[in-house]
């Protein structure tokens, strides 16, 4: 299994990026796709779930209207659109693969995201 994450930086407040996450190794098409965040000090924060057919994607409260969660089956990728970023933004990212019927969860390495001016 292995995952390529592409897209993090240094963006100034207000400013946007695109995460992107290639998967190989497991049937992506079978695996519900999250992305998840973990700021210095802070747990792991789910920030975006998308379904096997990419029909239906949540966010927190703090995301919405804001992060826009994205899949391409054919592609084996999933991409996060982030716009109106924050300093509290600042995390690293990472992507993860969940069974959608199974205990099988695959995690990328993570990617830096840092909003600050």
């Known amino acids: 299994v292995q995952f390529v994450e592409s897209g993090g930086g240094l963006v100034q407040p207000g400013g946007s990026l695109r995460l992107s996450c290639a998967a190989s190794?497991?049937?992506?098409?079978?695996?519900?796709m999250n992305w998840y965040r973990q700021a210095p000090g802070k747990g792991r924060e789910l920030v975006a779930p998308i379904s096997i057919t990419g029909a239906t994607t949540t966010y927190p409260d703090s995301m919405k209207g804001r992060f826009t969660i994205s899949r391409d089956n054919a592609k084996n990728t999933v991409s996060l659109q982030m716009n109106s970023l924050k300093p509290e933004d600042t995390a690293v990212y990472y992507c993860?693969?969940?069974?959608?019927?199974?205990?099988?969860?695959?995690w990328g390495q993570g990617i830096q995201v840092t909003v600050s001016s």
């Open positions: 190794g497991f049937t992506f098409s079978r695996f519900i």
């Open positions: 993860n693969a969940k069974d959608r019927i199974g205990p099988t969860n695959y």
